[in-house]
């Protein structure tokens, strides 16, 4: 539920960085090659149904569910910012630690910018 104006430029803001999210985790099961002897579907399925758990609230622009979202990001965060370092800088943990620091990040503006309004005269 968007309670302004300002709240609308979030939300998509929000939804395009967690689309990227969901999509460069999708990219990085296959490219640039497929971890051998691992099922692909539990790869995938231990990605994504964490994130994909949080689909609706985050299409909708519920508040809760950005709250909740924010909490799983951060993992996915520390996750990509090891990969990142182990990895000594390759493009794909970098990207999807920039991704996912964006997306806590437009996420918690966006609950700042959502504020309900509270009744006048009270």
């Keep these: 539920m968007l309670h302004n104006p300002k709240a609308r430029i979030t ?8 689309i990227g999210v969901l999509a460069t985790l999708l ?5 640039p090659a497929q971890v051998e002897g ?12 964490p994130l994909l758990a949080f689909a609706v609230p985050v299409f909708r622009g519920h508040n809760k569910g950005y709250i909740w979202l ?5 993992f996915y965060f520390t996750q990509a ?6 990895s000594e800088g390759a493009a794909a943990p970098v ?5 996912t ?5 437009v996420a918690m503006v966006h609950l700042k910018v959502n504020r309900p309004i509270p009744p006048q005269g009270v």
């Design 38 to 49: 691992v099922s692909v579907p539990l790869m995938l399925s231990v990605k994504l149904i």
């Design 81 to 86: 910012v090891v990969s990142a370092w182990l």
């Design 27 to 31: 990219i990085t099961t296959f490219y």
């Design 95 to 99: 990207i999807l630690t920039i991704l």
């Design 70 to 74: 924010a909490f799983v990001v951060i």
């Design 11 to 18: 939300a998509r803001l929000t939804i395009a960085l967690y």
């Design 101 to 105: 620091f964006l997306l806590f990040t």
